[in-house]
């Protein structure tokens, strides 16, 4: 069974620091490029940005570029979420999604994960 796990989330202070995890069980993890998204109550997903196979990474939202940044071990199946600066407006349930090889976007997505909660504290 594909599965997705994120963990780190939780409250924050503005200008705080989080980290978030994405371990992977199920596929092969070199395969795939792992992108993250979030939703914010009320508003549809975005995505904001994705580390393909070959490690180049994509910004989906312009916002988060220069706060935060993305990183994949892969033997240990787990893509990681730095983000810095954080803002109110960045409080969301965040996902973690799975596409094989390249960064494609939310429309081709082959597994999300449950999702974490970040809450920021103004």
């Known amino acids: 069974e594909v599965q997705l796990v994120e963990s780190g989330g939780g409250l924050v202070q503005t200008g705080g620091s989080l980290r978030l995890s994405c371990t992977a069980s199920?596929?092969?993890?070199?395969?795939?490029?792992i992108g993250w998204y979030r939703q914010a109550p009320g508003k549809e997903r975005v995505g904001l940005l994705c580390?393909?196979?070959?490690?180049?990474?994509?910004y989906y939202l312009n916002s988060v570029k220069g706060r935060f940044t993305i990183s994949r071990d892969n033997a240990k199946n787990t893509v990681y979420l730095q983000m810095n600066s954080l803002k109110p407006e960045d409080a969301a349930v965040y996902y973690c999604a799975a596409q094989r090889h390249n960064c494609r976007g939310g429309d081709a997505v082959d597994k999300w994960g449950q999702g974490t909660l970040i809450t920021v504290s103004s």
């Open positions: 580390i393909s196979t070959n490690d180049a990474i994509s």
């Open positions: 199920g596929i092969p993890h070199a395969d795939y490029a």
